[in-house]
């Protein structure tokens, strides 16, 4: 890639030209190896997400699994982590990203599950889907070892779906808490 033509897709995507900044990266991709390959793949996701239409289910969803698929084959998965959420926070239907996303086996190093937890948990509050943010909570904390403040999060989560036998018992399992 020329030392420039990098500088021209930021460009571009700055002044809102997107498709000439998405033709101009895929142009660019076609001849890149290595990191540079890597870095426009980000780039070439980035940029068709804010061209997709969210209310586009099927695009959203593809543009989804492309990042998961990209995710899977990255060696440095923080790359394409950001990319990964931003995705997810254009999705409408939380249930339908939640179904595509809780057992996929990429998503095996926590801290970046838990990080994909958390913007579903968002997307499901900001469907009005309290029940299934709680849930989304729960799973996070099942997975590994969080800090407190994520279990009171998923307490006020069920609390708020009007299930507080369910905020009750996630409440107990707070370290350090002893019941009888």
Known sequence: MVPDERGMIQRLEQDGELG???????KAA???EGEEARILLIDEMRITRKTVDPSDSEKVTGLLNRALE??????TKESV????????RIQKDSE???GSLKNHSSLSHFSHRAEVYRAL??????GNRPVMAARIQQQMLMGGSLGIEDYYRGARLWYSASRLTDSLKLLVQLP????P
């Not at 000439?20 to 895929?26: F, G, N, P, S, T």
């Not at 982590?81 to 997810?88: C, G, P, S, T, Y």
């Not at 948990?121 to 900001?126: E, G, K, N, R």
Request: glycine share 2%.
């Open 176 to 179: 350090g808490i002893n019941t």
């Open 30 to 32: 076609a001849k890149a």
């Open 20 to 26: 000439k900044a998405l033709d101009l990266v895929k």
């Open 121 to 126: 948990v968002d997307l499901s509050l900001s």
């Open 96 to 98: 339908a990203t939640w």
């Open 81 to 88: 982590l950001a990319e990964l959420v931003a995705i997810i």
């Open 70 to 75: 990209t995710y899977v084959q990255l060696e």
